[in-house]
């Protein structure tokens, strides 16, 4: 399919101060947007200047939630080169989330190249400074203009940019981070290992909860039981006890990170078995009153590798390794970032180079 291209004609001035990007709130000259419906399957591929879009009242998105996104990151090397991190894992993932929602699968190959064609339009928005990217956000929702609940038979795929600092505006000092015990995310056989908004949307209550206490985000515990450790509102969490790394087991309701992924295959490749497990919360617990618990860290695309401070549940606060990043967390960080950034050899070929 070919693709239209149609130039903005009076470029956005870039941020003059890349060390007060934040997250998420910053949007480059352009969008890529393709059409989808059942009888001429994906068409109209276009790249245009980012602008709003319309949308029928009764488009199946507002009133189902049929919506699925990814999220990965453009990297800006220091010769003036821009990569990919594993973008071929989030087609992958999306194409997935797709089928669990009753969406359209996409080609990851076309998906690929148009994000490509579109970085090359807007190379000038990849920041410079240490610790800055491209925050790419493809997305994809059902649109049918039909108030009844089924399958999408119209759907439109888009992709958007946003220059980025660190997630968190603690940056790489530790975050705090509430055990949450009253609300769920996710339950076997919904739909907690897909990227939908729904998710999101439901785990704002337990957020905003978290945030008026103190704490960056929550970590939820499994909904059947609420007895497990899960993931965190936008990372999947990994710990270090007596010495050796744990992370929950992926079980079908925690989204199954492309961070998480690389980090156990980082290990791996250094003969550190990390253990994929069931971790009850009363084990956390007792191995943070005991100083059994040394590191915590989160880790996501958006987060990267975000230490984890303070771990409160049930009014209780525990505070991990001093309050400071731990060795092994930092370890993991340079490592990720260093091939991330270019400035480490990729053995894994995880780097998808743009120029
Ligand atoms: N868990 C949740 C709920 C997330 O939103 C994210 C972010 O994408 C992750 C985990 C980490 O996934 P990834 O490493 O693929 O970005
Ligand atoms: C990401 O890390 O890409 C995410 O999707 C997290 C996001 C919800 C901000």
Not at 10 to 25: H, I, M, V, Y
Not at 113 to 127: F, N, R, T
Request: proline content about 5%.
């Amino acid at each position: 399919m070919e693709i239209k291209i149609t130039r903005k004609l009076n470029p956005a001035a870039k941020p003059q101060d890349e060390s007060k990007l934040g997250f998420g709130t910053i949007f480059t000259d352009h969008m890529f947007l393709m059409l989808w419906d059942k009888a001429q399957g994906w068409h109209d591929a276009e790249i245009l200047p980012l602008g709003n879009l319309s949308i029928h009242p009764s488009s199946s998105v507002l009133h189902y939630g049929a919506e699925i996104f990814e999220g990965l990151k453009a990297y800006r090397r220091a010769d003036g080169g821009i990569q990919l991190f594993r973008p071929w894992e989030n087609f992958a993932r999306f194409n997935r989330s797709a089928r669990r929602m009753g969406l359209p699968e996409v080609d990851p190959e076309f998906c690929l190249e148009a994000l490509k064609k579109l970085i090359a339009l807007d190379a000038d928005w990849v920041p410079h400074n240490p610790g800055t990217s491209l925050y790419i956000r493809p997305f994809m929702f059902g649109d049918d203009e039909n108030l009844a609940v089924h399958g999408s038979g119209k759907a439109r795929f888009i992709i958007i940019l946003s220059p980025v600092g660190s997630y968190y505006p603690e940056g790489l000092a530790p975050v705090k981070i509430m055990i949450e015990d009253e609300d769920v995310r996710a339950v076997r056989g919904g739909t907690g290992e897909a990227k939908c908004g729904g998710n999101y949307g439901a785990s704002v209550r337990a957020g905003n909860r978290a945030e008026e206490r103190g704490f960056s985000q929550v970590l939820w515990l499994d909904g059947v039981e609420q007895k497990y450790i899960e993931e965190v509102g936008a990372m999947n969490i990994m710990f270090k006890i007596n010495g050796r790394i744990v992370t929950p087991a992926l079980n079908g309701s925690i989204l199954p990170g492309i961070t998480r992924k690389s980090i156990l295959e980082l290990l791996r490749s250094k003969g550190i078995e990390a253990e994929e497990r069931r971790i009850s919360v009363d084990e956390l617990m007792e191995a943070a009153r005991t100083g059994a618990l040394e590191e915590a860290w989160g880790c996501g695309t958006a987060a990267v590798v975000s230490p984890v401070g303070v771990l409160a549940y049930q009014g209780e606060e525990y505070t991990i390794g001093g309050g400071k990043i731990g060795t092994v967390t930092q370890q993991l960080y340079n490592e990720l970032t260093g091939i991330q950034w270019g400035e480490l050899p990729d053995p894994f070929g995880w780097v998808c180079k743009l120029n």
